[in-house]
């Protein structure tokens, strides 16, 4: 793909990028004009050229739009669009996307006015990559043909994209003329599809043009690509870590996926109040909070370098299931040496995350080299890239510094997303790590799993005997309780016979030191009075404690299997989850694919009182199953409230992680021994399922038919009503 920058569309008489013009130029461009227009009477200049009056019917003052890609929603008064910024003139601006879909069609046409001043015009354009379908003209009223064309060829998809560039129109031999402007929106594309626009005016003189002819070379020094430089007989590359906030230091090979754009904070959210966790202040994001694309492809190369130390290289990588990767390549013949995906890739948990790796590239020592990041994804799921903090000619004492560097600082992380449990996911990546250098820092290597006991005293150090933990080579075993705590209570001693006598969840911090290095860790012990409910049936111990995973790619983070979570609702229009207490089983939360199946089991329960259980549930693909003590399925029950319309009010008939509270007779089955198990089946589309308050003693049959559960409804959070059901 030719990547250079495409002649600028700076349109003034006498200058190296001459313009489109009736007068100067020897030929006029047809076009099709409005000649057959109602006369209007003219005005002395052009009406609202910068868009800042309001208009009336949908129009704007001063101009007629046709077709759909031009009306008043489009007023803007943003200063920055799709990640760069826009230099508007007053306050508000022409915005393509925000008038409508960009691949609407349409026409503005500016109120008849009477040239005059010097006869040059300026204003500014952005977007309309399509230089043939986007355009802006000029006409004398009552004629056919246009006296100047102006396409956006400073829009090259890369470096200028939606900048409102200055744009100069040289019109000085139709001083006194009556003139009107036309812009026209022909492209019904994807790729820059619309146009941007301010700053419509008649400059009065030299001095004005002179400005104007700055501001144009200013902007294209300042947003266009950067001279690219390299020296192969370095042993680091530029700007590996993007901190200069920009791709300086990196070439475009192809496509479109990486742009300036796509260089942005490490402070920036995703998905509202989700971490990337980078390093720095800047890193690569192929997406930008959906800015970029996911539809587009490309890829990006760094400088040359000679790779020193003892060969190692790390990076950090997030996003790209499909498709994507960072390859070492030859500098010389281009061929990938070795290729990297993120094959820890896990939708939620570690979506976007950045994930550091190491890569032993020894072999290669002495060679010129460079890294390439490509995105071949123009449709998959997560189809782009995200990196960041590319460091080469890493010694192995390097390698090993930056793995525990990096492990402490994770574990220093005090934010965390209230929708996901992402921290606790990125900590059991760095923990379990296949680092080249076995890792100088105090890791566990077993944990101490929850349990369920009777209410009594209970030894809860003979627990300790399922830790271990290391030291490089080293083995360690010295574990202590340190706390166990309780509704609120901290309790510091009396571990080898402690008082386990009132029912509820106890949390028991242990751990671990050595060589001046110290960790903690957590189990939950469930102490239960009767065998009548299932243990933690509504989670509220913030975990798994009481359930056994039924999947084996379920995560784990210190040995815990994560899927619990706090949050009340999701995504930007606060839907609500209905959950009974504090805590929720979430099918995002469990670090599978959403195409997955999966189950947890309870614990066995004697059926008692009136023989009705439930449990609230909600997603496209929950169920529940019954089983005896001995395996023999008795039932299967699957919710029924999914509907994926009218998003996103479940007052208007939609339903999609919301949880129903549903009602199960099972009063055949009393006083036998049971079990129960939640599921996430196999299902078309949204294949997510939610879990929450197992109920399984009833003392009398609940109302089922007129209890409800009150929740806020998403978006506008009036209060909608879920009807409780008896499921058959």
């Known amino acids: 793909m030719d990547r250079k920058i495409a002649a600028r569309a700076f349109l003034c008489l006498g200058m190296a990028g001459i313009l489109f013009c009736g007068v100067g130029c020897g030929k006029d461009t047809e076009t099709g004009g409005d000649k057959d227009k109602p006369p209007k009477e003219a005005a002395s200049d052009i009406v609202n050229g910068s868009f800042e009056a309001e208009g009336e019917s949908g129009q704007w003052t001063g101009w007629t739009r046709s077709g759909s890609s031009f009306n008043a929603r489009g007023l803007s008064d943003k200063t920055e669009m799709n990640g760069v910024p826009i230099e508007k003139d007053g306050n508000f601006f022409f915005c393509g996307t925000a008038a409508d879909n960009p691949a609407m069609k349409g026409t503005l046409t500016s109120d008849v006015f009477t040239l005059g001043g010097n006869g040059f015009i300026t204003f500014k354009m952005g977007g309309g990559k399509n230089t043939e379908k986007i355009y802006v003209e000029f006409f004398e009223e009552g004629k056919d043909t246009a006296i100047a064309k102006i396409a956006n060829t400073d829009c090259d998809g890369i470096f200028i994209t939606d900048h409102l560039i200055t744009k100069v129109v040289d019109l000085s031999g139709y001083i006194g003329k009556n003139i009107y402007i036309k812009v026209t929106d022909n492209d019904d594309g994807t790729d820059f599809a619309y146009v941007n626009l301010d700053g419509f005016k008649v400059l009065a003189g030299d001095e004005e043009v002179k400005a104007a002819e700055a501001d144009y070379k200013r902007q294209i020094e300042a947003y266009g690509e950067k001279p690219f430089e390299e020296d192969e007989t370095l042993t680091t590359i530029k700007n590996g870590n993007f901190e200069t906030g920009d791709l300086t230091g990196w070439k475009i090979l192809e496509g479109t996926a990486f742009s300036n754009a796509g260089v942005v904070p490490t402070s920036q959210m995703y998905w509202g109040d989700r971490s990337v966790y980078g390093e720095g202040g800047f890193y690569l994001d192929g997406s930008n909070n959906?800015?970029?694309?996911?539809?587009?492809?490309?890829?990006?190369?760094?400088?040359?370098?000679?790779?020193?130390?003892?060969?190692?290289?790390?990076?950090?990588?997030?996003a790209g299931n499909q498709k994507c990767y960072v390859a070492v390549c030859d500098g010389n013949t281009d061929e990938e040496l070795i290729k990297v995906e993120n094959t820890y890739f896990s939708d939620p948990a570690l979506a976007l995350t950045l994930l550091r790796v190491y890569v032993d590239a020894?072999?290669?020592?002495?060679?010129?080299?460079?890294?390439?990041?490509?995105?071949?994804?123009?449709?998959?799921?997560?189809?782009?890239?995200?990196v960041d903090d590319f460091r080469v000619s890493m010694t192995l004492d390097e390698v090993a510094a930056l793995e525990t560097e990096q492990l402490?600082?994770?574990?220093?992380?005090?934010?965390?997303?209230?929708?996901?449990?992402?921290?606790?996911?990125?900590?059991?990546y760095y923990n379990n790590y296949p680092y080249p250098v076995p890792l100088a820092a105090l890791v566990m290597n077993s944990y101490v799993s929850h349990k369920v006991v009777d209410c009594g005293t209970v030894d809860l150090t003979s627990f300790l005997s399922d830790a271990k933990a290391s030291y490089g080579d080293t083995e360690v075993t010295d574990f202590e309780i340190l706390k166990v705590s309780f509704n609120g209570t901290e309790y510091t001693d009396g571990f080898s016979s402690f008082d386990l006598s009132i029912p509820g969840c106890y949390d028991v911090t242990y751990g671990v030191s050595y060589e001046g290095k110290s960790m903690e860790v957590h189990f939950s012990v469930v102490a239960m009075a009767?065998?009548?409910?299932v243990a933690n049936g509504g989670f509220e111990s913030g975990n798994l404690a009481g359930w056994t995973v039924l999947n084996d790619k379920w995560s784990y983070v210190d040995g815990q299997p994560t899927g619990v979570i706090s949050a009340e609702n999701y995504w930007g229009e606060a839907l609500p989850y209905n959950q009974a207490g504090g805590c929720h089983l979430d099918g995002w939360n469990n670090g599978l694919e959403e195409a997955d199946t999966w189950a947890v089991r309870s614990t066995n329960f004697t059926l008692a009182g009136s023989g009705f259980i439930s449990v609230r549930m909600g997603g496209h693909a929950a169920a529940v199953r019954v089983y005896k003590a001995d395996g023999t399925e008795i039932?299967?029950?699957?919710?029924?409230?999914?509907?994926?319309?009218?998003?996103?009010?479940l007052a208007a008939g939609g339903s999609w992680a919301d949880m129903g509270t549903y009602v199960i007779d099972l009063?055949?089955?009393?006083?036998?021994?049971?079990?129960?198990?939640?599921?996430?089946?196999?299902?078309?589309?949204?294949?997510?399922?939610?879990?929450?308050?197992?109920?399984?003693?009833?003392?009398?049959?609940?109302?089922?038919?007129?209890?409800?559960?009150?929740?806020?409804?998403?978006?506008?959070?009036?209060?909608?009503?879920?009807?409780?059901?008896?499921?058959?």
Not at 301 to 317: E, P, W
Not at 408 to 428: C, F, P, Q, R, W
Not at 530 to 533: C, E, P, T, V
């Open 530 to 533: 009767d065998h009548n409910s």
């Open 362 to 386: 020894s072999e290669y020592k002495g060679r010129v080299l460079y890294l390439k990041v490509v995105d071949a994804n123009d449709g998959g799921g997560f189809a782009f890239m995200n």
């Open 408 to 428: 402490e600082k994770i574990k220093g992380e005090t934010y965390n997303s209230a929708s996901y449990d992402d921290l606790a996911a990125l900590l059991n």
């Open 290 to 318: 959906g800015a970029i694309l996911e539809s587009l492809t490309g890829a990006v190369r760094s400088t040359k370098f000679t790779l020193g130390g003892d060969g190692y290289i790390s990076f950090m990588i997030g």
């Open 635 to 649: 039932g299967h029950y699957a919710q029924n409230r999914f509907s994926d319309v009218n998003f996103p009010s």
């Open 667 to 728: 009063s055949a089955y009393l006083g036998e021994e049971l079990y129960i198990e939640l599921c996430d089946e196999a299902a078309e589309g949204w294949a997510h399922a939610f879990f929450d308050e197992v109920v399984t003693y009833y003392r009398e049959a609940p109302d089922y038919v007129n209890n409800v559960d009150i929740v806020p409804d998403g978006g506008t959070g009036e209060e909608v009503a879920i009807p409780w059901q008896l499921l058959q």
